[in-house]
């Protein structure tokens, strides 16, 4: 049973990482990356997600936000691909949830996975990839330290949000965050998240952040996000 489990906590990281282009392929009833507003992942019925009020929801975006979080990431990955990125990010954080860690802990397999994002000034330049694992809330207290892997604390942020259907692609991400953006503006939100960037507070350290919820086996109600996360007066 252990095995089995372990087997598919790693199938899920994988599938995650990858992008299921692989997956993608088998699957005759997958979906085109469509956008969607307000669907509820699946996978968060299953297994823990971060929780979050609904502040606003747009014309094509919503406006979340986050309660205070945890998350244990990856050093900055440099690479031209997201996808590829992701895939070298996957050995350490599964190991991570595995018990690779200072405690020696296994780890409940949550969602999502968000790749946060800070792209290169040119189409063949190497952009930089950090890549996070939400910390279950009974683990948030005293996160199991280890080796090249970092702990994030996010205190409570907003977050615009776009969701997507499908698996992941390099082209799939750029496109829906232009989206997102272009939805945002003319609105007060977009001006928040614009002074938040520009006075280096939440969300300064990265373009926009990619997070994917399903597991490998899941070939229809897919939900991937683009989120941009700021902070704002109130």
Known sequence: MAAGLSFFKLSFLLSLLSGGSDLLLLGPGSESGHAQIGKFPPSCNRIECPSYELVHSGNGYEIRRYNTSVWVSTKPIQDISLVAATRTA??????????????????????????????????????????????????????????????QKWTPRYVAVRQFSGFVSDDSVGQEAAALDSSLKGTAWANAIEKSKNEGGVGSDSAYTVAQYNSPFEFTGRVNEIWLPFEMDV
């Open 90 to 151: 996957f050995f350490q954080l599964f190991a991570y949830i595995q018990g690779k860690n200072e405690y020696h802990q296994k780890i409940e397999m949550t969602a999502p996975v968000i790749s946060q994002v800070l792209p290169s000034d040119g189409p063949f330049c190497k952009s930089s990839f950090v890549v996070s694992f939400y910390v279950p809330k009974k683990n948030q207290p005293d996160p199991a330290p280890a080796e090249n892997l970092h702990i």
